[in-house]
C-alpha cells in the first residue's frame, strides 16, 4: 500500500469514526428524554444498525475483493463475520447492478461506493464503543460514555 492509499483509508477511517460518533450521541440524547435503561448500550446498538451513509473503503481495493467474490465467494476468508458481511453486501449489490444494468464490474463498483447506503455500520461492538470514546475525549465531550456494557 502506498503513502496515498494510506493517507485516504485514514480519512475514510477518520469520516466513518465522526459519523459513527454523532449518529450515536443524537440517538444517546433522544433515549435521554425518554429514561431509556441502559442508554450507551441501546444507543450503541441503535446507531450500529442505523446504517452508514456509504462504505467506507477505497475502489481499488473494493474492485479486487469484489471481483474476487464474484467469481468464488469462499475464494476469501475475512478476519471478522462483520467485514465478511460488508464485503457480501457489497458484492450482492455490485452483482445485482452487473447482471441488471449490464454495468461493468468497475462501473458498478464505482457506483455501490459513491452511491449507496451502507444497511449498517461494519464494526464489532466492542470496536464501535472504542472508537466512540476517542471521538467523545477528542471532542471533550462531558456527556457521559462509561463502559457500553
Sequence with gaps: MNYLNQSESAQRRAERDR???????????????????????VAL?????????????????????????????????????????????????????????????AQAVEIVLEQCRASRFFLAEEHAWAIIKRELSKMNCRRPYG???
Design 19 to 41: 459519523e459513527l460518533t454523532e449518529l450515536y450521541c443524537e440517538i444517546y440524547d433522544s433515549l435521554k428524554a425518554c429514561r431509556v435503561k441502559n442508554m450507551r448500550r
Design 45 to 105: 446498538t441503535m446507531a450500529l444498525a442505523s446504517g452508514s451513509p456509504r462504505y467506507h473503503v477505497g475502489f481499488d481495493r473494493a474492485y479486487i475483493v469484489v471481483a474476487q467474490l464474484l467469481r468464488d465467494e469462499g475464494a476469501i476468508s475475512f478476519k471478522s463475520t462483520c467485514i465478511r458481511d460488508m464485503w457480501l453486501e457489497i458484492t450482492a449489490r455490485v452483482r445485482e447492478l452487473v447482471c441488471e444494468c449490464r454495468f461493468s464490474i
Design 147 to 149: 463502559r457500553a456494557a
